[in-house]
C-alpha cells in the first residue's frame, strides 16, 4: 500500500529502534529546511502506542509488568503436582525447581503470547498432544485465572482488549494509520487492521508483506555493489570491518552494520570500532564521544556500578570472599571509595599479608583506625547491620529499606563531589526501575527473607536491558529485527555463515510441533527458518546499493561455510584490501636514536643503613644472605628498598600455613618430651597420637584463628597432620638416643661485618654430645643448594660458622616424602642420618673442618657483596629465579632475558 502523506497520521513501528529513526530523519529534514522548532509527528512503535491507548482508557486493569508475568508462571509450575511427580528424587527436584523454573516460566509465557497473536486453540482433551502440551493447556487456565483475579491484563492480550475498548467507544478510533518496518502481519493484529478497515479507518503498510510474496535473491543483487568476504575469525571479521568504516565514512554518510548474531560479537566490535574510529578513546581520562551506537544493549546486572550495589546487598552472613569485599571498599562509586583511598589501600596490604582469603567483617575492627576512615567504618558497620538481617518482609520494604541503605554508604551520592557521567546517571535511573518491578511483586511472592529477595533482583537486573541513549549517531550497528525499515548508504553483514542463515530452528517446547508447522510459527521448523532468512536479505539487499557480506571461516575448532543464501552467480568472494589501521598501539614505532642508559652495579650503603646492617642486625637473617646469593638485585629490593612482594593467597589454608602449623607443634611437643626415650614411651603406651593431637590444637590456636571458624575443615586438617607426624616420629625413632636441647632457638651472627639475626628450628644432641642442626622442611627439598659457590639455602651453613655442629639436616616432613636429608662428621659418633648428602669433589672439601671453612669462606663473600652495595640484575638461575622473585616490575629482567636454566641444582 502507498505511504501516508499527511503528518497527523500516526506511524506504528515495528521497533522502538525504527520509531527512533524515523524520528531523527524527520529532525534532520526540518533542520535542512531551516526550521528550528517543529511539531514531533505521532511516530510510535506498535507496543507503546497501544500501551498508551489503554491507560488513556481509564481502564479497571493494569498491564502485567514482565517480571510478574513472569513470577505466575513460575508459582505456577513450581505448585504443579504433576510437574513435582516427574521427577520423585528429591535433591534432583529441589534441583528442577531451582535452574529451571524460570526457563521454563519464560518458554511458558512465550507460548502463551503465540497461543495469542496466531489464533491458535489447545483443547486439553486431545490425546494427540505430547504431555508437555497438555501440562501447559492447564498451566494456561490457570494462568488465566490469576490475571482475572488481580484485575490484570497480560501483554499478549492488549491488541485484543484495545480492540474492544475502540467496539465499546472507550478508546478512539483514529481515522488513518500506518505501519512501517513490518515482514509479517500476525492473525491477531491482521484482525485488529480488518476491525479498523470496517470502521473506516486507512490502513497503510509499507511496506506490504503481500505485496511481494515471491522473489529472487540474486535479481535484487543487480546493479549493487556487493562484496563478500571470509576472514579468519568474528575477531578478525570485527579489526577489517572497523577498517572498512574508518575508509569509507564521510560527513553526512549513514553506515549500517548488521549482525545476527550481535551478543556474540558485541565485545570485539565495541573494541575495535572504538580503537580505529577514535583511537584517543582508550585513555581513560578522554571523555570522547564514540561515533557509533550498538542496539539492543547489555544486561544491566554487567554494568560496575550494579554490580558493587548486588555484592553490598547480597553480603553473606557468615564470611564474605576477600575479593568481593575489596571489590566493594574500593569502588569509586561508593563514598568510603572516594574519600578513604588511602585506608581502603592500608586494609588490603594488612589483609593480604594475614593472607586471609574470608573476611568476617565483625572481626575487622583491629585491622583499621575508624575515626581516620569514617566512610569506612559506616560502610562496614551497614554492612554488619544488613548482613544480621532475618527477618521477611514484602519486596516493596526491602525496595525502600536497599535504597536507603546505598545511600546511607554514598552509592552514587548525590552530595558527592565526583560528577557522574550521563551513562552512569542514566544506569542509576534503570537501577530505580528494577526497585520498582521489584516492589511490584508484593501481591505475587508475599513476605520473603533478603536472600529470596536479592535472588528476585538479581534476576530482575540480570534480564533489564540497558542501553546507553545518545543523539543519533552516523553508524549503527544493528541485530536482524532493529534493522527492519532502516535504509543505509553503506552497509556491512557479519556472520553470514550457513549455521547461523538460515538459523536453526528453535520450536517452543510447549506447543505441539505440528500445530506451530501448520500456523507458520516463528523458529519452528528449517523450512520457516528459510523463509525468515530469505525475506530478512531481501530486505538488506533493498536497503542499500552498496553492502558488504562476510562469515568468519572458524568458530573454535569448527570450520564455517558462507551461508548458501549468498550464492550470487555474478558475485565471488574477494580478498578484503584495506590495512590502514588507525590503533594506537600500532603506530607506535621505534624511535631512531635508543637513549644509552648503564645502571649502577653498585650503591653503597648510607650511614644509617651501616647502623643497622652492622650493629642492630637484619632480622631478614638468612633471607639477606639467600636473596643475595640468586640475585644481588632481589636483596637490595627486598632489604634496602624493603619493596615487599604483594601476595594473595588462593585458598584459606595454603602449603606455607600447613608448613606453620607443623613447625609449631613440633615445637610444642620437643618441648614437653625432650628427648628420644619419651618418644619411645609414648610410643609403646599408645599416647602418642593423642599427645599430637593436642599439641596441633594448641599449634591452631596460636597460629590459625580463621581455622578454627571453619570446624570441619580443621577437623579435617588436624587428622591430616597428626597423620603425618605419626608416620614422622617413626622416623625419629629409628635414630639412636639423642635429646632435643632448643626449639626455635635465636642467635646472631656476623658475617664480613653483616650481622644477622637468625632462628633456628631445632637443635639435637646425641649421647657422645655430638651437636646436630635441624632444619624442618615441608616442601622440597635440596642438599645441593649447600655446596654451590654461591650457597643457595644457607640457613643451616650459616648456623653451622657459628655453633661448629657435626651434623645438619633437613627434616623432609611431606606426605610420601619422609625421612632426613643430612651431612655430617664422619669421624664424630654420628654414623647415619637419613640420606646422606653427596659432597661434590670439586669444591675439594674431603673432612668436616674444610667443609666449615668452605661454608665460612663463600658466605663472607656473599656477606661482603651486599655489604658493598653490589645490586646488579644476575640471577643465578633466570628459569626458576625470576619466576619465584616479585620484583619483576622493578627489573623488568623478564622482558629481555630467555628462559635460561643454567646453574640448576642436580641432587
Known amino acids: ?202 490502513v497503510f503498510l509499507n511496506p506490504d508483506p503481500k505485496s511481494e510474496t515471491t522473489f529472487i535473491l540474486s535479481n535484487i543483487a543487480l546493479g549493487k555493489n556487493i ?316 536497503s542499500s546499493d552498496n553492502i558488504v557480506f562476510s562469515y568468519p571461516l572458524w568458530e573454535k575448532e569448527n570450520k564455517l561455510q558462507v551461508s548458501p543464501l549468498l550464492s550470487f552467480p555474478a558475485i565471488k568472494e574477494t580478498q578484503f584490501t584495506i590495512n590502514e589501521t588507525h590503533r594506537v598501539k600500532d603506530l607506535m614505532q621505534a624511535p631512531e636514536q635508543y637513549e644509552i642508559w648503564q645502571d649502577a652495579h653498585n650503591i653503597p650503603p648510607h650511614q644509617h643503613e651501616i647502623e643497622v646492617f652492622s650493629i642492630k642486625g637484619m632480622s631478614a637473617g638468612y633471607r639477606v644472605i639467600k636473596n643475595q646469593a640468586d640475585c644481588p638485585f632481589q636483596a637490595f629490593a627486598a632489604h634496602r628498598l624493603r619493596a615487599e612482594p604483594f601476595e594473595i593467597s588462593a585458598i584459606d589454608f595454603d602449603s606455607r600455613e600447613r608448613g606453620i602449623l607443623i613447625h609449631k607443634a613440633l615445637e610444642l611437643f620437643w618441648k614437653k618430651h625432650k628427648t628420644r626415650e619419651n618418644l619411645n614411651s609414648l610410643k609403646l603406651n599408645n599416647a602418642l597420637k593423642t599427645e599430637l593431637a593436642i599439641c596441633i590444637q594448641e599449634a591452631m590456636q596460636v597460629n590459625s584463628d580463621r581455622l578454627l571458624k571453619q570446624t570441619r575443615f580443621a577437623e579435617m586438617e588436624e587428622e591430616r597432620t597428626v597423620k603425618i607426624l605419626l608416620e614422622w616420629m617413626d622416623e625419629e625413632l629409628l635414630r639412636s638416643d639423642f635429646t632435643v636441647t632448643h626449639e626455635e632457638k635465636g642467635s646472631t651472627i656476623t658475617i664480613d661485618k653483616l650481622k644477622l639475626r637468625l632462628r633456628i628450628d631445632r637443635i639435637d644432641t646425641t649421647s657422645a654430645k655430638d651437636i646436630i642442626l635441624i632444619d624442618y622442611k615441608t616442601g622440597a627439598v635440596k642438599t645441593s643448594a649447600w655446596f654451590t659457590e654461591r650457597i643457595q639455602d644457607p640457613q643451616l651453613p650459616l648456623y653451622a660458622c657459628k655453633l661448629a655442629p657435626r651434623a645438619i639436616a633437613f627434616a623432609s616432613i611431606a606426605k610420601g616424602k619422609i625421612t632426613w636429608h643430612s651431612v655430617f662428621d664422619d669421624s664424630s659418633s654420628i654414623k647415619s642420618l637419613g640420606i646422606k648428602a653427596r659432597i661434590p669433589k670439586d669444591i675439594q672439601c674431603t673432612d668436616w673442618t674444610m667443609l666449615l671453612d668452605y661454608w665460612q669462606r663463600n658466605l663472607s663473600k656473599i656477606g661482603k657483596e651486599f655489604m658493598d652495595g653490589v645490586l646488579i640484575i644476575n640471577p643465578l638461575k633466570p628459569g626458576e629465579t625470576c619466576r619465584n622473585c616479585g620484583y619483576q616490575t622493578l627489573c623488568r629482567v623478564g622482558d629481555t632475558e630467555p628462559d635460561d636454566d643454567h646453574g640448576e641444582l642436580v641432587e
Open 227 to 542: 562484496q563478500i568476504h571470509s576472514l579468519a575469525d568474528r575477531k578478525e571479521e570485527s579489526l577489517y570491518c572497523a577498517r572498512w568504516i574508518r575508509s569509507t565514512y564521510k560527513k553526512g554518510v549513514n553506515i549500517g552494520i548488521i549482525v545476527p548474531e550481535l551478543d556474540q560479537y558485541r565485545q570485539c566490535l565495541h573494541k575495535d570500532l572504538s580503537s580505529n574510529l577514535t583511537p584517543s578513546s582508550i585513555y581513560p581520562w578522554e571523555d570522547t564521544e564514540l561515533p557509533f551506537d550498538i542496539s539492543l544493549g547489555t544486561p544491566l546486572a554487567e554494568e560496575p556500578m550494579i554490580q558493587v550495589a548486588l555484592n553490598i546487598l547480597s553480603i553473606p552472613k557468615h564470611g564474605i570472599s576477600l575479593e568481593r569485599f575489596l571489590h566493594v571498599i574500593k569502588s569509586s562509586y561508593l563514598s568510603c571509595g572516594r574519600n578513604n583511598e588511602k585506608a581502603g589501600n592500608e586494609l588490603e596490604i594488612k589483609l593480604h599479608k594475614e593472607q586471609l582469603t574470608t573476611i568476617f567483617l565483625d572481626k575487622l575492627d583491629a585491622h583499621y583506625t575508624a575515626s581516620s576512615s569514617p566512610d569506612l567504618a559506616k560502610l562496614i558497620s551497614n554492612l554488619i547491620l544488613l548482613s544480621g538481617s532475618k527477618e521477611s518482609q514484602f519486596p516493596s520494604t526491602w525496595a525502600k529499606q536497599f535504597a536507603v541503605i546505598l545511600d546511607k554508604i554514598g552509592w552514587m551520592s548525590k552530595y558527592s563531589d565526583q560528577k557522574f557521567s550521563s551513562k552512569e546517571m542514566q544506569c542509576l535511573r534503570t537501577w530505580n526501575e528494577c526497585l520498582d518491578d521489584l516492589a511490584s511483586l508484593d501481591s505475587f511472592i508475599g513476605k520473603v527473607d533478603r536472600q529470596e529477595v536479592i535472588l528476585e533482583l538479581k534476576q530482575i537486573t540480570s534480564e533489564k536491558p540497558f542501553q546507553v541513549k545518545t543523539k543519533e549517531q552516523p553508524i549503527q550497528i544493528l541485530d536482524l529485527k532493529e534493522s527492519a525499515g532502516i535504509t543505509f548508504d553503506h552497509l556491512w553483514v557479519m556472520g553470514c555463515h550457513s549455521d547461523c542463515l538460515p538459523a536453526q530452528p528453535s520450536p517452543n517446547p510447549f506447543l505441539s510441533l505440528g500445530l506451530q508447522k501448520r500456523k507458520g510459527l516463528p523458529h519452528c521448523d528449517p523450512k520457516r527458518e528459510l523463509q525468515f532468512a530469505e525475506q530478512t536479505l531481501h530486505r538488506l539487499l533493498s
Open 1 to 202: 500500500m502507498a505511504e501516508s502523506t499527511s503528518r497527523d497520521t500516526p506511524i506504528l513501528t515495528v521497533s522502538s529502534r525504527l520509531a527512533r529513526h524515523l524520528l531523527f530523519k524527520n529532525s534532520e529534514e526540518q533542520r535542512k529546511i531551516g526550521k528550528q522548532v517543529w511539531e514531533t509527528p505521532p511516530i510510535q512503535d506498535l507496543d507503546s502506542w497501544f500501551r498508551d491507548k489503554w491507560k488513556g482508557s481509564w481502564p479497571d486493569r493494569y498491564i502485567l509488568s514482565h517480571t510478574q508475568s513472569i513470577k505466575i508462571w513460575e508459582s505456577i509450575i513450581e505448585n504443579d503436582p504433576e510437574c513435582k511427580h516427574t521427577i520423585r528424587n528429591e535433591s534432583i527436584q529441589k534441583e528442577w525447581n531451582l535452574l529451571n523454573r524460570r526457563s521454563s516460566a519464560q518458554k511458558a509465557a512465550e507460548a502463551y503470547r503465540f497461543i495469542k497473536e496466531y489464533r491458535l486453540s489447545i483443547n486439553t482433551n486431545q490425546t494427540q498432544y505430547v504431555k508437555e502440551t497438555n501440562l501447559f493447556a492447564k498451566w494456561a487456565k490457570k494462568y488465566k485465572r490469576a490475571i482475572d483475579d488481580k484485575k490484570a491484563i497480560d501483554i499478549a492480550d492488549l491488541i485484543d482488549v484495545v480492540r474492544q475498548g475502540m467496539k465499546d467507544h472507550h478508546i478512539p478510533i483514529p481515522k488513518q494509520i500506518e505501519l512501517k518496518g513490518f515482514e509479517e502481519i500476525t492473525p491477531q493484529l491482521e484482525t485488529w487492521l480488518d476491525f479498523l478497515r470496517k470502521q473506516s479507518t486507512q
